[in-house]
Structure formats: C-alpha cells, structure tokens
C-alpha cells in the first residue's frame, strides 16, 4: 500500500506519521525545504503545549519522526498527477516518474502578489518579513496587506524598523489579541483604505505612490514587505477535481472528489489556515487514506 504525500509542511508530515503508523509505505515529494512555510517561522506562540517554538527546530522533528517510521521523501516538484485506468496513480516529478495507490496532497499555498512590484524583488520589495527585516534595521519600511499575516509582518518589522506603515486596501481582519498588540505600538502608522499603486527607485527601493480616497501621495521608504494573500497550489493536478476557489474540497474523511486523493492543510479548502489545523487535517488525511487502501486495495 503505497502512498504519496505531494509537500513536505507541517499537513504532508503529519499525514505521513499517521499513514506510517498505520502500516502504509510512504513516500514525501518536497521541491524545496522540508516544513513548509512553518519552517521558516521563528516566534510560533499558538501550537499547543509549546509556549514559543521555532517552526525549523518543529519540523524538524516531524522530518525525524517521519523517517524513524521508514518513510521515503524526495527532494523534487511534482508537476503531475494523472489517474490510471486501474485507480492507482502517476506521480511525476521533475526527474522521474512514480505509480502510487494513493496520494495526499499537503501543497500549501503560494504568496500572491501585487503584480507590478516584481523589478525591485530582493531590491526593497520582500514576502517575508522575518527572513528580510533585519537588512532595514533602523529604516523606513511598509507592509502591504489587511489579513493577519499583514499585521504579524508589521508586528515584527515594529522591532526591527524606525518606522512601519500598515497599508490596508481592506477592513483588518487578524485576532483581537494581535489587533491589541498592533495598537500598542508606537512606530506602526496605520494607513486605511489605501492601496499601493506603484513602486519606483533606481538599483534599490526608494518609495511607493499610495491611492487614498481618490488621491495619491508618496512614502519614502527602504523596503515594502508584500503580504495579499496567497492562492493554493494545485496546478499539477487534474483539472476535474472539484475545487472552491482554487482550494481542493475534501469530504470529512479528506477525501477529493477523485477518489483515492486525498488533501490536507492549506491546500484544502476549509477556513482556519494554521499549523495546529494543518496537523489535523494530515492526521486524519493519513489515517484515513490508510483506511482507504485497506478497505480498496
Ligand atoms: C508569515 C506567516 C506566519 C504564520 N504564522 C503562524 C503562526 O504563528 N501560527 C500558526 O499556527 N500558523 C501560522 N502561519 C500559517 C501556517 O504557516 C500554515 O497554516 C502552515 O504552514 C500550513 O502547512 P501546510 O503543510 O498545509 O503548507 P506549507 O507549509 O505551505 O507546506 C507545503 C509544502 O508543499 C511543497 N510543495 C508545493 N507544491 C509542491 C510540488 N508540486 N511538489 C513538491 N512539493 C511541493 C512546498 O514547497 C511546501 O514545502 C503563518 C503563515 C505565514 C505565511
């Protein structure tokens, strides 16, 4: 009973350990580094029973735990699933090609953009906040985004930066805990219904034309830190699986409209995108598929 599990986040390993531990051979396809977007967090205060963890040391050992079990991972991207006649599946990667009786799909989301920012990328514009902060210590900085990830940015550019202006085109939407944290701080300048229009500079970054209530004004700044959202990735699979809003819809069991796929995480369609989420969402993806194969294969 072979498995493939297409994303190496904190869904894909979860759902790995669980599928393990149920008695199925599993394989982990990853295209960059194992544990996701969690990986790269540093402050993680909301995963139960650890106060404050570091998503890399996190993943970490979900990675060990997977391997302990005997899971397999490949360190490549999957570009395609395709659904044989006889209900197994083709996984193929850049390099090669996979036959598996099942698959669970742990792909994650990628950062959406603002579409016009893209010349001055690692030149002043950033999506992370915590892997670039720290080259505009002391500067001038703005974040780009009305969603919680928006004001996590600009909470941890607060201790970095002189200065950071919030720009929300939308009505904040984060937790009242994080709202209260972003009132508290002094250096954060809020700027509503605002969007940002262009960016300009030569070599780096020198400022931004923001639009507000029909009229537009500049900030100079050193560095814009982008974060709209994100869009699931899904691409590599068929176009017939059923999907609400890019998000794969899954059953309770996690299952896709295509049988013997299943998904989990941020991939999945569903509301709270978290790690603890993510977690749930693999174990029962793992676990039922495991189920699945039993019952099918
Ligand atoms: C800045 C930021 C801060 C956050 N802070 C918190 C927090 O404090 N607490 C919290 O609970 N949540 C937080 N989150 C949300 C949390 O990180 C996500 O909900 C969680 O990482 C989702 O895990 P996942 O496994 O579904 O997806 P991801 O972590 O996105 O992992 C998906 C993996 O799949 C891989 N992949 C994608 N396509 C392919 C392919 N074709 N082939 C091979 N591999 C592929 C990707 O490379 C990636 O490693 C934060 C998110 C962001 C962006």
């Known amino acids: 009973m072979q498995i493939a599990i297409i994303g190496g986040g904190v869904g894909g390993l979860t759902s790995a350990i669980y599928a393990l531990r149920a008695g199925c051979q ?15 967090l540093t402050d993680i205060e909301n995963y139960p029973g650890v106060i ?33 006649d006889d209900q197994t599946f083709t996984v193929q990667t850049t390099k090669d090609v996979h036959v598996f009786d099942a698959v669970i799909v742990a792909s994650g989301t990628r950062r959406n953009n603002l579409g016009f920012e893209q010349p001055f990328v690692g030149r002043g514009v950033s999506y992370c906040a915590t892997c670039d902060g720290n080259f505009y210590k002391g500067q001038v900085v703005a974040v780009a985004g009305s969603g919680a990830h928006a004001v996590n940015e600009a ?11 919030l720009i929300c ?59 709209v959202g994100t869009s699931p990735q899904t691409e590599f699979l068929p176009d017939t699986i059923e999907r609400n809003k890019g998000f794969l819809v899954v059953d309770d069991t996690m299952q896709t409209s295509q049988k013997g796929i299943f998904a989990c995480g941020d991939v999945a369609n569903g509301n709270l995108k978290q790690i603890v989420s993510a977690c749930s969402d693999g174990a029962k993806a793992g ?9 099918n294969k």
Request: aromatic share 8%; with cysteine.
């Open 26 to 40: 599993v394989t982990v396809f990853e295209q960059y580094g194992y544990g996701g977007i969690t990986a790269t």
């Open 52 to 84: 404050k963890a570091n998503g890399f040391d996190l993943t970490q050992q979900m990675l060990q735990q997977v391997k302990e079990l005997g899971g397999k991972t490949i360190r490549k991207k999957v570009v395609s699933v395709v659904v044989r």
């Open 155 to 165: 909470l941890y550019l607060s201790s970095v930066a002189k200065k950071v202006y």
């Open 169 to 227: 085109d939308k009505e904040i939407k984060a937790d009242q805990l994080l709202l209260d944290k972003l009132t508290k701080m002094e250096n954060i300048e809020i700027l509503p219904n605002t969007s940002v229009v262009e960016v300009l500079g030569e070599e780096q970054l020198k400022a931004i034309k923001v639009l507000r209530d029909g009229e537009i004004s500049t900030i100079d700044l050193s560095a814009l830190f982008v974060a």
């Open 287 to 295: 676990w039922f598929c495991a189920k699945y194969l039993k019952l």
